[in-house]
């Protein structure tokens, strides 16, 4: 009996030495624990040692033993970032309000001076969690009428979240208006990072568009081009980006696929990176574009914004009107390999996280209940069908749900929340994870022009499964197809993309025909190709993919002058018969900018529709295949038409501008319907 305790009192001695050795196994092999974490991340292991929250008379400080962040005490800056034998990964050579924080653009719609960025710094630090396995941290300013010129006019809750055994943090923010308050405009809401320039010059965006980036000093030495953020590198660091453009609206990319992205420095190797797990707080709907990482080297994750928009996007609150969002909770995340393995593999390690992460949404573990548990959110189901010409299952349509409005209108909503999914080959639908509330269901389907809206508004309760059954989108059109142009997909993806000038490339895109556009200077590109006549586009000769260019822009005439440009479609009619034709025009981007159609003659009388003047989205200055979607059923009288050879004639009016145009998604012609 003596020598069977014996054995059990050695055993347990091997246990706590054993689990000893681990902890300090896991503590110091960065690599291993990160992925360790990463594993059980749905419950806490012992294995790990706990959250500490240290307080000090103006920081915070909290440590789980992979990492610790320093935060400024009551602002709610990150001042610090200790990981992996890094010091500091923000840029210290900062001021402590410029490494890390969170900020808004807005303006007071009385005043027309220019709008006012705000820090939104805290003035009372509440701890919402402190215990081993989560610290919460809340940073408030609350806002009153003494403040009204100096801050925006939103109450702010910003929150920190550090957990045990994750190798990364949490933020989110809640944003209110109570009723009552002074009109204002809000454009621009995110959460900026600003890493050291010595350590981090490799940037990644996705698996094609990743590099070595030029330094904040590189871009002051550079060359200025047409506007601030496009720079020529004339005199940078290093070598190889000599004669190379950078310009950060180059790595813009889609909501829908705007999940990780950040850096990576490679001694010692390790990354940092920005993980939206969903894009239910952002605005414009799945495809809006807006920034990513860029040169600095800065990481963001951009909320809200008015970029490849306008300023129609931009939140306008008047007469009191009340209001409350939570934007994130956004993974600040934190991953090193040891100096044996690639610097590269971080990027495919983020990209796992990313994938985990964005399962896990709804998160569990906010401490606020303005967040909606998993419980405590909706299901929304259906298929989608489309009757066109024929019946066909609605393959890859975007269905969202959005606040109510009009067809459309989810392109410049941004004061609700947005939940987006595609369907499947049959046109089936799942949309999870919505919260209670207000709204109306659109969809949107690639290969066929206009949008489908359902027309009754969908109470989304707590815990409830709809069922939408069978919804059949009907898209315009009014007869047979004479001839068209392009593809309906809200893009100019498919027409031509002329090479960049020589001496103003960026050579991560020299070699990519999917992202060509985002090269600089192609609105000119335009003029080196038709520099004394227009495009010329002839039905049934011409092909689209390589004679009809991506954007109808101005031509330079020369000393900065642009002047409009008419483009000219040819086509034939062997008849034409009594009744109204019908021109389908689909624009993907609009800037400053009217078409006017004409038929068959230049004067007055040959014009049969303007679309006056449209569009902010700035699309073509910002390296964009498209801005917001806009769709016109232009009624043509047979008396234009002949039978034999026509011409139709589009021109661009708006000329004094180099980035005034549209991009055209897709043209139709459609005869008269038969009935």
Not at 36 to 57: E, I, M, T
Not at 140 to 158: G, M
Not at 524 to 539: A, C, I, S
Request: charged share 20%.
């Amino acid at each position: 009996m003596a020598k069977m305790k014996d054995m059990i009192f050695a055993t347990k001695i091997l246990v706590v030495i054993l689990l000893h050795f681990i902890v300090s196994t896991a503590a110091s092999t960065s690599s291993i624990h990160t992925k360790r974490a990463l594993k059980n991340h749905s419950g806490v292991s012992v294995l790990y040692p706990p959250v500490q929250l240290h307080k000090y008379d103006d920081h915070v400080v909290v440590d789980n033993g992979i990492f610790s962040i320093t935060l400024a005490s009551p602002e709610g800056i990150v001042t610090r970032i200790n990981y992996n034998g890094i010091d500091n990964i923000l840029n210290d050579r900062n001021e402590n309000s410029d490494r890390g924080y969170w900020d808004v653009n807005w303006s007071d719609p009385s005043d027309l001076k220019d709008g006012h960025l705000d820090k939104l710094t805290g003035k009372h630090l509440d701890i919402i969690v402190n215990n081993e396995n989560q610290v919460e941290l809340s940073f408030k300013r609350p806002w009153t009428f003494a403040q009204e010129k100096n801050h925006v006019s939103l109450n702010i809750d910003k929150r920190f979240v550090v957990l045990r055994g994750l190798s990364g943090f949490y933020s989110y923010g809640i944003f209110e208006r109570l009723r009552g308050w002074p009109d204002v405009d809000i454009y621009q809401g995110r959460i900026v990072f600003k890493l050291q320039e010595k350590l981090f010059r490799y940037m990644a965006v996705s698996d094609e568009r990743q590099r070595l980036m030029p330094t904040f000093e590189d871009r002051e030495k550079g060359k200025p081009l047409d506007f601030p953020e496009a720079v020529l590198l004339t005199h940078p660091s290093n070598s190889r980006l000599q004669g190379e453009v950078d310009d950060k609206y180059q790595y813009s990319t889609e909501n829908k696929d705007n999940r990780v992205h950040g850096w990576i420095c490679s001694d010692p190797p390790v990354g940092f990176w920005m993980i939206t797990p969903s894009n239910e707080f952002r605005n414009g709907g799945p495809v809006k574009q807006d920034l990513t990482s860029h040169a600095g080297p800065v990481t963001l994750s951009m909320f809200f914004s008015t970029h490849y928009a306008g300023l129609d996007l931009g939140m306008k609150f008047r007469d009191g009107e009340p209001w409350k969002k939570v934007f994130g909770p956004v993974f600040i995340y934190l991953n090193s390999v040891t100096s044996e393995e690639s610097p590269l593999s971080l990027w495919d390690d983020a990209k796992e996280v990313m994938l985990v992460q964005t399962n896990s949404w709804p998160y569990h573990f906010p401490n606020s209940s303005d967040y909606p548990r998993a419980y405590q959110r909706g299901l929304v189901t259906g298929q989608l069908v489309v009757r066109d010409v024929g019946l066909a299952f609605a393959n890859s349509a975007f269905v969202g749900l959005a606040p109510p409005g009009e067809l459309g209108s989810w392109q410049e909503e941004s004061k609700g929340y947005q939940f987006w999914t595609q369907t499947d080959e049959k046109g089936y639908f799942e949309i999870k994870n919505v919260r209670p509330g207000y709204y109306h269901l659109y969809a949107w389907v690639p290969g066929y022009i206009g949008e489908y809206m359902y027309q009754s508004i969908i109470y989304v309760l707590k815990g409830s499964k709809i069922r939408m059954g069978l919804l059949v989108h009907k898209p315009p059109r009014n007869g047979p197809t004479v001839w068209e142009i392009g593809v309906p997909d809200r893009t100019a993806a498919e027409f031509y993309v002329p090479p960049p000038n020589p001496t103003l490339m960026n050579q991560l895109y020299a070699s990519q025909r999917t992202d060509s556009f985002r090269q600089y200077g192609l609105w000119d590109r335009y003029t080196d190709l038709y520099p004394d006549k227009d495009l010329v586009y002839t039905v049934g000769v011409s092909n689209y993919q390589t004679d009809w260019f991506f954007a109808h822009v101005n031509r330079h005439v020369g000393n900065k002058t642009y002047v409009s440009t008419t483009w000219t479609v040819l086509f034939d009619l062997e008849d034409v018969i009594t009744g109204n034709y019908t021109i389908q025009l689909a624009l993907a981007s609009a800037t400053n900018a009217e078409v006017q159609i004409r038929i068959n003659g230049v004067g007055d009388a040959s014009l049969v529709f303007t679309t006056k003047l449209i569009g902010k989205d700035n699309a073509i200055a910002r390296h964009g295949i498209h801005g917001l979607y806009w769709l016109y059923s232009i009624d043509v009288v047979h008396s234009h038409l002949r039978a034999g050879k026509n011409a139709l004639y589009l021109k661009q009016t708006r000329g004094s501008y180099p980035f005034s145009g549209v991009m055209y998604d897709y043209i139709r012609l459609e005869r008269p319907p038969r009935y």
